[in-house]
């Protein structure tokens, strides 16, 4: 089993409704992070936490909302999607010391909204 | 703020060249990390190669290897040897080290191996 896992892998949703993304780590990990990937745009960060009670804005954070459950577990909420939501979206894991700077990356969630 | 970025949109090149990718950024910082990740169709994020800034120098990984410039603030990726499955896109990133340390990534290469 992946180290980070990503549900759902794909999604097709309608504009309007509510979707969640969830992340979840089995690497002990207690920084976690959102990124969105469009084409032509690279990675943008979205939210990020460091520890549970720690939640931080990224550069792209209109439109959506983050809960971070548990040490293991960082979810991704868009209350009402909209087309320009449609993207791959990245959940990545990294130690609370990141010695090496290294984040961990799940598989992706790629989301369209219609 | 930190930004990265990449000219190169797209290229290719035959399979057992050489290919160089390039990478500027733009920081205040004295102390942060530098990396490259190969997303191959799978859309895996991988880890190819880190590069920490106060390190003279240049990291290697098999057929992977920097040139960073620190005062140029320019940061490419050279690949040797080429083989197909090195077709994958390419992006460079930024991390500041010591508080608040999150990705700044490029805009990505989109890199294929002609057979």
């Known amino acids: 089993d992946a180290d980070v896992t990503q549900t759902p892998r794909n999604r097709i949703t309608k504009t309007g409704k509510r979707i969640m993304l969830e992340c979840s780590q089995t690497?002990?990990?207690?920084?976690m992070y959102w990124y969105r990937q469009d084409p032509g745009l690279g990675l943008r960060l979205i939210y990020y936490?460091?520890?549970?009670?720690?939640?931080n804005k990224g550069e792209i954070s209109d439109g959506y909302s983050v809960s971070r459950q548990a040490q293991a577990k960082f979810s991704l909420s868009l209350e009402s999607a909209i087309p320009n939501q449609t993207a791959l979206y990245f959940c990545?894991?990294?130690?609370?010391?990141?010695?090496?700077?290294?984040?961990?990356f799940g598989e992706g969630s790629r989301l369209t909204v219609l | 703020a930190q930004t990265v970025t990449q000219s190169q949109p797209e290229m290719s090149v035959q399979e057992a060249e050489t290919v160089t990718l390039s990478c500027t950024y733009d920081?205040?910082?004295?102390?942060?990390?530098l990396f490259w990740y190969k997303q191959p169709p799978s859309r895996q994020m991988i880890l190819v190669i880190r590069?920490?800034?106060?390190?003279?120098q240049n990291a290697t990984e098999n057929r992977f290897s920097v040139n960073f410039q620190k005062a140029a603030k320019s940061f490419s990726l050279k690949i040797s040897d080429s083989q197909l499955g090195d077709t994958a896109m390419y992006f460079c990133?930024?991390?500041?080290?010591?508080?608040?340390?999150?990705?700044?990534f490029g805009t990505g290469t989109r890199l294929t191996i002609i057979p």
């Open positions: 590069q920490e800034a106060y390190k003279q």
């Open positions: 690497k002990g990990h207690d920084r």
């Open positions: 936490s460091f520890d549970v009670k720690d939640i």
């Open positions: 920081t205040s910082e004295s102390n942060y990390y």
């Open positions: 990545a894991t990294g130690p609370a010391r990141l010695n090496t700077g290294e984040l961990f």
């Open positions: 990133a930024f991390m500041k080290r010591f508080g608040n340390e999150k990705l700044t």
